[in-house]
């Protein structure tokens, strides 16, 4: 199954990090608070102006984004594939290598 954002809707695969702490125990990114670092997996075509032209979006697939810790909606395809749908507005930052 595909997801297909509308308008200027995001699709992003969470960042997960392991985080291990001063005593060397490992925790699992799932364990943690909601991760605000994902990977751009669909984009939308834009979203229209008062024009009625469709604006284009400024982030593409494959980006490393920053987003609001508390946005969007999760949508759980299966078992192991959970994705977040956030407006581009929700994204606050791109992560340059």
Request: proline share 6%.
């Amino acid at each position: 199954m595909k997801l297909n954002p509308l308008e200027d809707r995001v699709v992003l695969k969470a960042i997960e990090e392991e985080t291990t702490t001063p005593s060397g125990i490992v925790i699992p990114g799932k364990e943690k608070e909601k991760p605000q670092q994902a990977e751009v997996v669909a984009v939308g075509p834009g979203r229209k102006n008062d024009e009625g032209k469709v604006v284009p979006m400024t982030v593409k697939v494959g980006d490393k984004v920053v987003y609001s810790k508390y946005s969007g909606t999760e949508v759980k395809l299966s078992e192991d594939e959970t994705y977040t749908i956030v407006k581009e507005s929700d994204i606050l930052a791109t992560i340059a290598d």
